[in-house]
């Protein structure tokens, strides 16, 4: 990721409607049964619901004949429903903390103390989130061997949780903190024990200050983790885009190069946006649970 490009901050997912709403109801006028009239909003919805229990249908014959697992792209739409909650928005954490102030590795540098106040709010939530339907069913696809590999932009280690084991991490992790000076590496419960909420923690080695192994704005992806993301990628037949707009670098590259190389392209998402994926119109935690269900 180039300098200046947004890291591992979540963006707020949309919910959307699924194929198993409910029908609409009966009114009743005088003797006679009418339907109301349905806008043009309803139609679409219907539409978009319809299109998508084919398209689940489509993905898992498609994932049942492959020959290799498909590769897997998450964003932060996948964690919301797991009290993640937006950084954007007139509730979100941005409305409080200026990201400018508080997100890039220049205001690490000039004021950790001020950064701190974020990241120990940060470290509160995601200590407390558990996997959702979403990332359970992403480690039974696994399970199944219809997923090989899970190309994260989150650092909530949800997927892990969930019991995938192959999973890249594009913007770090914050499970492990590093010396800003002798980088010496210790785990985040290691941190919490022997700091004092609030305070900027501290190196057990040399005293140096800590920060947390997640992607700072201003700062490169690791080199690693993009490399092998881009590698998995170019060898899969099926990429499968779940809560990401894919509109930063170098990510939003990923399912680009998939189509190039003459990948399919699957997106779910409430609202997908990727022009030439495959679309499945519908929160990850209904979606990818009923593609289980298809396969088993």
């Known amino acids: 990721m180039g300098g200046g490009a947004a890291p591992w901050w979540p963006t707020p997912a949309m919910c959307g409607g699924c194929?198993?709403?409910?029908?609409?109801?009966?009114?009743?006028?005088?003797?006679?049964?009418?339907?109301?009239?349905?806008?043009?909003?309803?139609?679409?919805?219907?539409?978009?619901?319809?299109?998508?229990?084919?398209?689940?249908?489509?993905?898992?014959?498609?994932?049942?004949?492959?020959?290799?697992?498909?590769?897997?792209?998450?964003?932060?739409?996948i964690s919301v429903s797991s009290d993640i909650p937006a950084f954007r928005g007139s509730t979100g954490l941005w409305a409080r903390y200026d990201p400018t102030e508080y997100a890039t590795i220049a205001a690490l540098d000039a004021d950790p103390?001020?950064?701190?106040?974020?990241?120990?709010?940060?470290?509160?939530?995601?200590?407390?989130?558990?996997?959702?339907?979403?990332?359970?069913?992403?480690?039974?696809?696994?399970?199944?061997?219809?997923?090989?590999t899970i190309i994260t932009q989150n650092v909530d280690a949800l997927h892990q949780a969930a019991g995938s084991e192959d999973v890249v991490e594009l913007h770090g992790s914050h499970r492990t903190l590093t010396c800003r000076t002798c980088e010496h590496t210790v785990t985040r419960d290691a941190v919490v024990r022997e700091t004092t909420r609030g305070a900027v923690p501290r190196c057990p080695s040399c005293g140096g200050q800590l920060r947390p192994d997640v992607v700072f704005f201003g700062e490169p992806l690791p080199r690693a983790a993009l490399h092998r993301a881009q590698e998995d990628v170019r060898r899969c037949d099926d990429l499968i885009?779940?809560?990401?707009?894919?509109?930063?670098?170098?990510?939003?590259?990923?399912?680009?190069?998939?189509?190039?190389?003459?990948?399919?392209?699957?997106?779910?998402?409430?609202?997908?946006?990727?022009?030439?994926?495959?679309?499945?119109?519908?929160?990850?935690?209904?979606?990818?649970?009923?593609?289980?269900e298809r396969l088993r």
């Not at 707009?245 to 990948?263: D, F, W």
């Open 19 to 77: 194929c198993c709403a409910a029908p609409h109801q009966l009114h009743r006028r005088s003797p006679q049964v009418t339907v109301p009239e349905r806008s043009s909003v309803d139609l679409d919805d219907a539409m978009d619901a319809r299109s998508g229990c084919d398209a689940l249908d489509e993905l898992a014959t498609t994932l049942l004949d492959g020959p290799r697992g498909a590769v897997v792209l998450s964003g932060a739409g």
């Open 113 to 148: 103390e001020k950064v701190w106040q974020l990241l120990w709010e940060l470290d509160e939530v995601l200590a407390a989130a558990e996997p959702n339907p979403a990332h359970l069913a992403l480690a039974e696809l696994q399970g199944l061997g219809v997923v090989s």
């Open 241 to 292: 885009v779940v809560g990401t707009a894919a509109e930063v670098e170098p990510a939003a590259s990923l399912p680009r190069l998939a189509q190039e190389l003459g990948a399919r392209v699957w997106e779910i998402d409430p609202q997908p946006s990727l022009p030439t994926a495959r679309r499945i119109p519908r929160p990850a935690e209904q979606a990818l649970p009923a593609l289980v």
